[in-house]
């Protein structure tokens, strides 16, 4: 996947700080929103190589937005040759927490998640 450089603006409203996660399908950024002035998370995947999932993702987080511990997704859109949305920031990814576990979850852990 190619490199989103640091500050960069994506869709005129988020500026990219630092890269915070990655997964398969792509990369995941601390950014800022330049119309609240909070950060946010940006998620961005390749346009070009492999399928893209992530207005997938981004439809689906619409539909579960009221839920508890779900994140409330912001916009989704396309830039150059990405696919990108953006998000609240919640800390740390369940990647983290897995990894923190041994990789392994709990039956109860994994029904809060």
């Given at each position: 996947?190619?490199?989103?450089p640091s500050q960069f603006?994506?869709?005129?409203?988020?500026?990219l700080d630092k890269k915070i996660g990655m997964g398969g399908f792509?990369?995941?950024?601390?950014?800022k929103d330049?119309?609240?002035g909070k950060n946010c998370a940006?998620?961005?995947e390749s346009r070009v190589n492999g399928m893209p999932v992530l207005n997938y993702e981004f439809k689906?987080?619409?539909?579960?937005k009221n839920l508890e511990g779900v994140p409330q997704v912001f916009k989704f859109g396309l830039q150059s040759d990405f696919n990108w949305?953006?998000?609240?920031?919640?800390?740390?990814?369940?990647?983290h927490y897995h990894s923190a576990c041994q990789r392994i979850f709990q039956v109860e852990v994994s029904c809060v998640s």
């Open positions: 996947m190619q490199r989103a603006n994506i869709g005129n409203r988020f500026l792509g990369e995941v950024y601390l950014a330049s119309t609240t940006v998620k961005m689906i987080l619409q539909h579960l949305m953006a998000m609240d920031y919640i800390g740390y990814s369940v990647e």
